[in-house]
Antibody, heavy 119, light 106 residues
């Protein structure tokens, strides 16, 4: 059974940093692209980042470029999102998602980690 | 950036009725479009990908159609558990984007 479990969320002040982790199990982690998708309270979904199976290709939504860094450790079956220079508008539930085998769709999702940016 | 618009914003129907949800792209995405269902307090669930292919375990009452810029998600006979927000998402280019969602009340 595919499982994705996010951790590391919490309350942080504007300008601060936070690192999210996603522990994956139930599949061969290195075979799959992974994503971060966020959802502000009461709002819709926003794709944040993509990382390929080896970590060699990474893409971000423009609003987080230069501030967020996605990475993965295939030996630990883990995905990460380092978030720096956080802004109020980064407040959201952050979901870790696994891609479909060959296509950029989100086949499996974690339960999400809430990040609140507030002074 | 490809912008996805969804209509209607809200759909209120009765069990057994047919629901038709629309997603329109600001430029052609070919068939590179998916639909997701999100219930309150839960992560989204992939329903349909590549416009018309049902994801694993998705009931047959869900179907997708369309190509280019106009897409439709049809729920043939609504069940009470279909109450949710439905989002479309394209994979045609970076950035990946979602539509704003259609809320279905049953």
């Amino acid at each position: 059974e595919v499982q994705l479990v996010e951790s590391g969320g919490g309350l942080v002040q504007p300008g601060g940093s936070l690192r999210l982790s996603c522990a994956a199990s139930g599949f061969t982690f290195s075979d799959y692209t992974m994503y971060w998708v966020r959802q502000a309270p009461g709002k819709g979904l926003e794709w944040v980042s993509y990382i390929d199976g080896r970590g060699g290709s990474i893409h971000y939504v423009d609003s987080v470029k230069g501030r967020f860094t996605a990475s993965r450790d295939n030996a630990k079956n883990s995905l990460y999102l380092q978030m720096n220079s956080l802004r109020d508008e980064d407040t959201a539930v952050y979901y870790c998602a696994r891609g479909t085998p060959t296509l950029a769709y989100f086949e499996y999702w974690g339960q999400g980690a809430l990040v609140t940016v507030s002074s | 950036e490809i912008v996805l618009t969804q209509s209607p914003a809200t759909l209120s129907l009765s069990p057994g009725e047919r629901a038709t949800l629309s997603c329109r792209a600001s430029q052609s995405v070919s068939n590179k479009l998916a639909w997701y269902q999100q219930k309150p307090g839960q992560p989204p669930r992939l329903l349909i990908y590549d416009a018309s292919t049902r994801a694993t375990g998705i009931p047959g009452r869900f179907s997708g159609s369309g190509s280019g810029t106009d897409f439709t998600l049809t729920i043939s006979s609504l069940e009470p558990e279909d109450t949710a927000v439905y989002y479309c998402q394209h994979r045609a280019s970076w950035p990946l984007t979602f539509g704003p969602g259609t809320k279905v009340d049953i």
